[in-house]
């Protein structure tokens, strides 16, 4: 049997060492709440909907700023 994954891009998100982990614990269930936002205004689409990256980014990046982690953006297999 075969199966075919199609290649998707992801977030990957960072926190440093030098956030607390209270705060990175917060800034989590914030970007969270953007990929459970994201299904309930986009008719249940997942994360590997091929606009997601560009729906979410400036939200992601508006966290960035307060949160203080890095972030990529990867092509997935």
């Not at 049997?1 to 956030?19: N, Y």
């Not at 994201?38 to 689409?45: A, E, I, L, M, V």
Request: aromatic share 12%.
């Amino acid at each position: 049997m075969k199966a075919r994954i199609p290649k998707h891009r992801e977030f990957i998100i960072d926190f440093p060492q030098d956030v607390p982990a209270e705060k990175a614990n917060e800034g989590w269930d914030k970007l969270m709440a953007i990929v459970e936002d994201y299904k309930k205004s986009h008719n249940g689409q997942s994360v590997y909907s091929p606009t997601f990256i560009e729906d979410c980014e400036p939200a992601v990046k508006k966290l960035q700023e307060e949160y203080g982690f890095n972030y990529k953006v990867e092509e997935s297999k």
